[in-house]
């Protein structure tokens, strides 16, 4: 608990100094559906994770309820390829709503007790990630890290709300967090230090710059919230 306490302390400090990157911040995506009834709770408590400094959340929002009655705005065949992959490696059924943590662990996203427990066991990152804002957009610095590693850029929107008029979750008005919208590759390579330039947010835009090695586990990470 000390352990974990310095560490969101350090985030915090890191975030006032204006460097967008954490000591050893914890990455939570959670695998969600406006279809799944199940899923507002998880939603929720992402919201409520996602204001904790040193957390790093993203709502990843699946197709494969689609077809079961209400289409979700924001689901894209490249979140449920996302979570496929982490079931395969994981060993993990395909299920909604799924966090994982750190790209090590999986549990039910709305079961605070397991996602409280499984970010309490979380190791630092042994590869520090900064993201800085430049005129022309922003600088992203990964430190030398043992590869083969693969960065993505992901642009999420803050929080939105929905009417849902069909599916399981009919006539509720459903708030969603940390959104992703858009996820590019900016390169893969065998180890070492890299430097990418990327490009400004959209308005209400927030980015996170993901550090991955070959067995998906995230190795580092930074966060530029929207500002």
């Not at 302390?9 to 995506?29: D, M, Y």
């Not at 490696?89 to 709305?110: C, D, H, K, M, R």
């Not at 999420?156 to 959104?179: M, S």
Request: contains cysteine; charged residues 20%; aromatic residues 6%.
């Amino acid at each position: 608990m000390l352990r974990r306490n310095l560490l969101l302390a350090g985030a915090a400090s890191l975030v006032a100094s204006g460097a967008h990157a954490a000591a050893s911040p914890v990455v939570l995506e959670l695998f969600t559906s406006q279809g799944c009834s199940s899923c507002p709770p998880a939603d929720a408590l992402l919201g409520v994770l996602a204001q904790r400094p040193g957390i790093i959340a993203l709502a990843w929002h699946v197709d494969y309820w689609n077809r079961l009655g209400w289409r979700d705005q924001f689901a894209s065949k490249e979140a449920t390829a996302r979570q496929e992959s982490y079931a395969r490696q994981l060993g993990s059924e395909v299920f909604t709503p799924a966090l994982v943590i750190n790209g090590t662990s999986v549990v039910v996203g709305s079961d605070r007790s397991a996602v409280e427990r499984a970010i309490l066991a979380t190791a630092p990152f042994p590869v520090p990630v900064t993201l800085n804002r430049t005129a022309e957009g922003f600088i992203v610095e990964v430190s030398a890290g043992r590869g083969p590693l693969r960065a993505l850029s992901i642009l999420y929107d803050t929080q939105h709300e929905t009417d849902v008029g069909a599916g399981e979750n009919q006539g509720e008005r459903l708030r969603e967090y940390r959104i992703v919208r858009h996820a590019d590759v900016l390169a893969e390579w065998p180890g070492g230090t890299r430097q990418f330039t990327v490009s400004p947010m959209g308005s209400g835009q927030g980015r996170v710059i993901l550090v991955q090695s070959a067995d998906l586990r995230v190795v580092g990470a930074a966060l530029s919230a929207p500002g």
